[in-house]
C-alpha cells in the first residue's frame, strides 16, 4: 500500500482522499547517461487514514461503543496500457469485524476510487459500496470489492524533449555529465504531471477521518 504522512490530514479531511507519489522507475545506466523505465500504468495505493473504518453504537467513542471496524487489505492492481486509454484496475478484501455477534447481518461500507494527476489534481472519483455479510453467531467476516479508471496515455507520456534530455548519454568529463538532469525543475515538474495515481479508500465522513487520525 502506497500512503501519504500526516501533513496531509487536512487535505484528506478536506475531500476525503489522499494521495501517493511515484515518479516511475528512472535508474542510473551504465554511470553515462540515465534510462528512464517508468511504466505508463497508475500507481496504486490507498491514502494515510482511508485504509480503516469504524461505526459506533450512540455518539461515544470508546471501546464499547464500536460497532463494526473493517480494513482495506490486500489491494491487487491490473493495467493495460496498450491502448491511447490505459485501463487501470484494482481489486482489494475488506476484513470486518462486529462486536454485537447477535443474528444475521449484512453492513454496507462506502468506499471510493480516485485518479490523480501530479499529487495533487483530482481527475476523476467515484464512489462504491462493499458488503460484508455476517452470519448469525460470527464475529468476523470478509468481502471484496473492485475499482478501476482509465487514464490518457499521451497525458501520462513525458514530452519527446523531456525524454531525450533525461536519457541523452553524456560523456565522462562533459560540463552536462556532472548535471542530474532529474535535478531540473522543468524535467521534474513534466515528470509529475505525467504521473498518474489510482487512490482507493474507505468513504468516511468528518468524525470518522478524524478519529482514524488520531487514534
Not at 500504468?41 to 464500536?66: K, S, W
Not at 493495467?79 to 476484513?95: K, P, R, S
Request: hydrophobic content about 40%; glycine content about 8%; proline content about 3%.
Amino acid at each position: 500500500m502506497i500512503a501519504r504522512n500526516a501533513a496531509l490530514a487536512a487535505i484528506v479531511l478536506a475531500a476525503t482522499l489522499g494521495a501517493c507519489r511515484s515518479s516511475g522507475d528512472i535508474v542510473l545506466e551504465d554511470g553515462v547517461g540515465i534510462q528512464t523505465a517508468r511504466s505508463l500504468c497508475p500507481a496504486v495505493g490507498v491514502p494515510d487514514f482511508t485504509g480503516d473504518i469504524t461505526t459506533f453504537n450512540g455518539t461515544g467513542r470508546t471501546l464499547a461503543d464500536m460497532d463494526v471496524t473493517a480494513t482495506i487489505t490486500n489491494v491487487r492492481t491490473t493495467c493495460d496500457e496498450t491502448g491511447d486509454q490505459i485501463y487501470a484496475g484494482a481489486t482489494f478484501d475488506v476484513l470486518a469485524r462486529r462486536t454485537d455477534t447477535r443474528g444475521a447481518r449484512s453492513v454496507q461500507l462506502p468506499y471510493f476510487s480516485t485518479v490523480l494527476q501530479a499529487g495533487r489534481s483530482v481527475v476523476s472519483k467515484q464512489v462504491g459500496t462493499v458488503t460484508v455479510n455476517f452470519a448469525d453467531g460470527q464475529e468476523r467476516a470478509q468481502a471484496s470489492g473492485q475499482a478501476g479508471a482509465f487514464v490518457n496515455r499521451a497525458a501520462a507520456s513525458l514530452p519527446a524533449d523531456i525524454e531525450q534530455e533525461i536519457t541523452r548519454r553524456r560523456r565522462p568529463g562533459e560540463v552536462e555529465a556532472a548535471v542530474d538532469p532529474l535535478s531540473k525543475p522543468e524535467v521534474r515538474a513534466a515528470i509529475a504531471r505525467a504521473t498518474f495515481e489510482l487512490l482507493v479508500g474507505f468513504q468516511l465522513d468528518e468524525s470518522q477521518l478524524r478519529y482514524n487520525a488520531t487514534r
